[in-house]
């Protein structure tokens, strides 16, 4: 079992700045890959980040070259930098951990690029 707890959502105007964190213990030792989601209202789930145990990450179109996934102290924490952010970045943003292929989510946290 993996647990994982989001934060740093919030509200933040266009073009400006936020960073998620996703604080992940249980069995992470046996983790392989983690990531980072995000579904919008009305909208299906969709992958923004990921990174894999060897630090090769991968990043959606849509937020290349403004968004970084990257991890501390081994697979204890996850961040999401976030910049130059737009209207079409709000949504729910989810914490994802692979573990022996099995996939295992956060709660989420919701952000909302609005002035």
């Known amino acids: 079992q993996v647990q994982l707890v989001e934060s740093g959502g919030g509200l933040v105007q266009p073009g400006g700045s936020l960073r998620l964190s996703c604080a992940a213990s249980g069995r992470i030792f046996s983790l392989t890959a983690m990531g980072w989601y995000r579904q919008a209202p009305g909208k299906e789930r969709e992958l923004v980040a990921t990174i894999t145990s060897d630090d090769n990450t991968r990043h959606a179109d849509s937020v290349k070259g403004r968004f970084t996934i990257s991890r501390h102290n081994g697979w204890n924490t996850v961040r999401l930098q976030m910049n130059s952010v737009k209207p079409e970045d709000t949504a729910v943003y989810y914490c994802?951990?692979?573990?022996?292929?099995?996939?295992?989510w956060g709660e989420g946290t919701l952000v909302t690029v609005s002035s």
């Open positions: 994802n951990a692979v573990v022996r292929g099995l996939d295992y």
